[in-house]
């Protein structure tokens, strides 16, 4: 049997291929902004798993390091190490701050860690070394191995490079030794310690006469560098996280999250409202392609009417006519769907956030469209088969 909707779409190609393209680009925007969500969950996830940890244990009543600010001291460990069940603590330090190299600015997050971990999967270069100015870095960041970042008061010299480390915001992680970070981060400028410096030895309660060493102490106190944000703790095996978190929080007046509960927080809370924009602009992106698909059809079967009342004049069933309508929609959603699949195959890589793109998203997107392009051609099919077969003799 001739195909009636192939030599239709025939007759008006071009517009037809215009349009599905059109659509295409709209479908790869979908994919493209499906696949952001989805990079963004993979980069939360892949910080946990760089991490390895057990337990995080933060500042008391605080969703730190990573939704909210945690501060605690870096001696701290020890009374950690002391509750029946931890085999071994952490100290991290976490900032996230610009840096600038070659005339460009790179937005990335610093993770000092006390022990720097020989486990993460290097692409080139080695693991750090050395107690100082020494650095892992991101391939994202576009730093090379030798590259010299100044950050700060010192130039810190690149000497690896890692794959996929990225903070849930997408920017990607400098791993340095935990002195340095914590340098870097609580250590105040020459300027604001002798600002600070005055204002004590103003403060009569602070510098009584007769007692310098108190002021000492006190300067020593609040100008030390000796924090960290977070605490990572791996347990015994066979021991249950979430008792040993129950006494870190009695005894040491801290608050401990087991690995599950980091995760909801990383995931569930902080990207919580990325993902609500996210949903909605792909319900609206949902919305404009199924208009679309439902004019484009809709104005194709009103230029042709009089064809098809000599279609019906001459015999044709209404169930021919209705699927070659249906066929048109459905073939414009397959140049749609293939022309976005090749778009954001190409222009993903691209973006500077992380962009995953899952195969169940791509068949999902596919579902999507085949429905859309099926409701959509309801609209031209109820105009054809309105038409009345004595119009093709009215003309």
Known sequence: MISLAYRDVANSFGRYLLTGIGLGLLIGVTLTMAGVFRGMVDDGKALLRAADADIWVVQQNTLGPFAEPSSLPDDIYRGILAIEGVSRATNVAYLTLEVTHAGRSVRVMLEGVDALPNRLPLSAGRPVTRSHYELVADERSGFQVGDRIPIHRHEYRVVGLTRGMRSPSGDPILFLPLKDAQEIQFLKDNDALFR???????NPRLNPPGNPALLGAVEQTLFSNHRVNTVLVQVSSGVNARRVADDIERWLRLTAYPRDEMEEILIGQLIAMASKQIGLFLVILTVVSAAIVALTIYSMTQTKLKEIAVLKLIGTRNGLISRMILLEAIGLGLVGFLTGKLAVTYWAPLFPKHVLLLPEDTLRALLITLVICVLASLAGIRSALRIPPGSAIGG
């Open 196 to 202: 600070d410096r005055r204002q004590l030895a103003a």
